[in-house]
C-alpha cells in the first residue's frame, strides 16, 4: 500500500500520510479501518474509496486522514459521532475553524504535530501544521498515549 504518485499540489485532496508516520502511530492504535483513501494511498487492509461519509465507523479503531478540501468539516463531525472504537484524525491544525470548535476543542485529545509532515512522500514539508484529534466515543479500550510519532527526517 506504498504511495505510487504523491500529489502536492495545494489544489490536491491527496495529502496521504507519510507512511513512516502512520507505522508509528499504528504501533499504538492498531487501526483497522481507513475510511477515506484510495487503492495506492489506503493505510489498512479494510478501507472505503467512495462513500467513507455514510460507511459506519463504529466499533472500528480508525486511522483517518480525510480530504483536506471544504468538506473536513463533514468528516470531522463523522469522526467526532463514532461509537464503540477509536477514532484518530490526522487534519491541518486550523484552530481558527468552526469545526475545531464545534467537534474537538475540549472534546477530544488533540496533539500537536511539531515541525511538518512530509506527505505523499514529498521532499518538502507541508506548508501547514498538522494535528492529530483522537475521539474515543464509548471506547471499550482506552488507551494511554504514549510518545508523539514524528518523522524520521525532516
Ligand atoms: C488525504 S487523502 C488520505 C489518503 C490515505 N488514507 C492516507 O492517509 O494516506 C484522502 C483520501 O480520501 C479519498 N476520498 C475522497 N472522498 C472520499 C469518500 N467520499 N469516501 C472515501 N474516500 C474518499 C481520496 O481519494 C483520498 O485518497
Known amino acids: 500500500m506504498k504511495n505510487l504518485k504523491p500529489l502536492m499540489s495545494s489544489a490536491s485532496v491527496e495529502w496521504s500520510t507519510p507512511q513512516d508516520f502512520f507505522d508509528e502511530l499504528n504501533k499504538e492504535f492498531k487501526f483497522n479501518l481507513d475510511p477515506c483513501a484510495n487503492r495506492e494511498n489506503a493505510k ?85 501544521p498538522s494535528m492529530l484529534v483522537i475521539f474515543k466515543r464509548n471506547a471499550k479500550t482506552l488507551r494511554t498515549p504514549t510518545t508523539l510519532p514524528r518523522q524520521k527526517s525532516r
Open 44 to 128: 489498512c487492509k479494510l478501507y472505503y474509496s467512495s462513500g467513507g461519509l455514510e460507511k459506519s465507523w463504529n466499533n472500528f479503531r480508525v486511522f483517518c486522514n480525510p480530504p483536506y478540501g471544504s468538506e473536513i468539516s463533514k468528516w470531522v463531525k463523522k469522526g467526532s459521532e463514532a461509537m464503540g472504537g477509536v477514532v484518530v484524525m490526522l487534519i491541518p491544525a486550523r484552530t481558527d475553524t468552526r469545526y475545531f470548535h464545534e467537534y474537538i476543542y475540549g472534546k477530544a485529545e488533540i496533539r500537536f504535530i511539531k515541525g511538518r509532515l512530509k506527505f505523499g512522500g514529498s521532499k518538502n514539508s507541508a506548508p501547514f
